[in-house]
């Protein structure tokens, strides 16, 4: 104890028992005066004083327990989130909850609702979640030990290698609210379980409002790249140098300097820190061996410090993010979902169109054909991408497409294509035919693939127009592979029915 507090100590002891006399003497001659009229009344009062400083004492020890110590009530109070971000969390959790119905898989349908209801309990909970992340070797593992060793006492058991994610709870000084540390998975395992412990331990980390990145070495190109990913998105991160026993003083000094500037670009020299949280065992000089207590006050310290000043904001922070994620993966699987059906609706008026055109006799009947085919695939598709196309509508899109192809020269090529693919031993009227119908199949699947990107970029055909779009899906469509199988299929539908 300080000298300070042992000379306040000592005054208030002598200045309590100084008022203690002064009231004891007081109240004798208060009682002796009152005795002399009544000795009833005297001891009336003398057992009300008495229970009144009884109840004084009672009060006195009681708030001060309550204030001493910190109180659950309290350190839930000590959580404010920024109430903007917290009401764009909700809106786009709710805007997902919206999205989820229009999702056919059940599976995916419900993961998402339950990571719906999670993100929005996380507006309430009261505790930091810390993610301890990096490779298999770099001693992860040996930190949360540590931490709990030191913070909790010694638990019962190592942890030992990890295999799925570890959430275990502890507490800092001058620190309310609880943290949960979550040891997970090593990253750059080799195999297929390697990269799903790998997955999910990016999927821990991501979801974590702080995030420390342990290395027992330089850093590696990946870990950098990693590191930089998740600090791009908003991740708070500090930089955990592990094994720093294993490190000559003046090696250690040049490294930690090495890291920090490579680092530099994206975090905080205060947040690359220098900790030994297993040391190796010393041999002394008589030949016994003693291990080290862990040196880990830099990174205590450091997560103290920035849960402190930045814990409400990081909550928040990753309580947006987590709703965003969801929300992309939400849009993206009803894309695809959406995608799956438009291919579809592409892949049925592709054949029909083929199947008509090859079956008219007159080339200005191939071109209303078509047209009226296209225009009543772009309806379809419209339908699927939840957009109210009229058919007038669709047979202007239809035109303004059809001219395209053919001032991009792509109908000549589509000719090309079906000719030299094709190579049929059929009569004259016959090639004539097939090639027509083959081609019409070919022309209409890259008209819808090109329908499809304009309704995915909400019936727009981007910065490049319709040109991009159209140039795009026929390089996309034809490909060796592709039209290797298209043309097998389009025999099949198309030339074989016209030489029966």
């Not at 990253?187 to 297929?192: F, K, N, P």
């Not at 909550?315 to 993206?332: H, K």
């Not at 799956?340 to 609706?345: F, I, T, Y």
């Not at 309704?455 to 290797?484: C, E, H, M, P, Y």
Request: charged letters at 20%.
């Amino acid at each position: 104890m300080s000298r300070t507090r042992l000379l306040l100590l000592a005054g208030s002891v002598i200045l309590i028992v100084g008022m203690t006399l002064w009231f004891i003497g007081t109240l004798s001659q208060f009682y002796a005066a009152i005795a002399t009229t009544s000795t009833f009344l005297a001891n009336v009062l003398l057992v009300f004083v008495l229970l009144l400083l009884v109840a004084l004492i009672a009060g006195f020890i009681y708030y001060g327990i309550l204030f001493s110590r910190p109180n659950r009530a309290r350190a839930k109070a000590d959580i404010s989130l920024p109430s903007e971000k917290v009401d764009i969390a909700e809106e786009t959790v709710a805007a997902v909850r919206k999205q989820v119905s229009q999702i056919q898989d059940e599976i995916s349908r419900q993961a998402l609702l339950e990571r719906s209801h999670r993100i929005a309990h996380d507006f309430k909970r009261q505790h930091f979640h810390v993610a301890v992340f990096g490779t298999g070797a770099a001693g992860k593992t040996s930190i949360v030990n540590a931490i709990l060793g030191r913070t909790v006492g010694e638990i019962g058991a190592p942890i030992g290698t990890t295999t799925i994610g570890e959430t275990y709870r502890f507490r800092l000084k001058h620190l309310d609210d609880d943290i949960w540390i979550t040891d997970t998975p090593g990253i750059s395992e080799a195999a297929v379980l390697g990269t799903e412990r790998e997955q999910q331990s990016r999927q821990i980390a991501t979801e974590s409002d702080l995030l420390i990145f342990v290395i027992d070495n330089d850093l590696r190109q990946s870990e950098y790249e990693l590191l930089k990913q998740l600090v791009d998105i908003g991740k708070r991160s500090i930089l955990a140098f592990n094994k720093i026993d294993l490190y000559p003083d003046e090696d250690l000094k040049i490294l930690l300097a090495q890291l920090k500037r490579r680092v530099e670009p994206f975090l905080n020299h205060d947040d690359v820190v220098a900790i030994a949280a297993h040391p190796q065992p010393i041999v002394q000089a008589g030949g016994d061996r003693y291990r080290p207590q862990p040196y880990l006050l830099p990174l205590l310290r450091r997560i103290s410090d920035i849960l402190r000043s930045e814990g409400n904001d990081l909550i928040a922070d990753n309580i947006l993010l987590q709703a965003q994620r969801l929300s992309n993966e939400a849009r993206q699987l009803i894309d695809d979902q959406r995608q799956q059906s438009a291919e579809k609706v592409v892949e049925r008026f592709q054949w029909i169109s083929g199947g008509v055109v090859s079956l008219t006799p007159l080339p200005i009947l191939d071109f209303l054909a078509t047209a009226a085919i296209n225009a009543q695939m772009v309806v379809e598709l419209g339908k699927v991408y939840g957009c109210n196309v009229s058919l007038d509508q669709a047979r202007e899109l239809a035109i303004s497409l059809a001219k395209t192809l053919v001032g991009l020269g792509i109908v000549k090529g589509a000719v090309e294509l079906s000719t030299i693919a094709l190579q049929l031993n059929l009569g004259t009227l016959l090639i004539g035919q097939a090639i027509q119908g083959v081609t019409a199949a070919y022309l209409t699947r890259v008209a819808g693939k090109s329908f499809i990107e304009y309704f995915r970029q909400n019936q727009s055909w981007g910065d490049g127009g319709i040109t991009d779009v159209v140039q795009n899906q026929f390089q996309l469509n034809r490909r060796d592979a592709f039209v290797k199988a298209f043309m097998n299929e389009a025999i099949e539908r198309i030339v074989t029915p016209l030489r029966n």
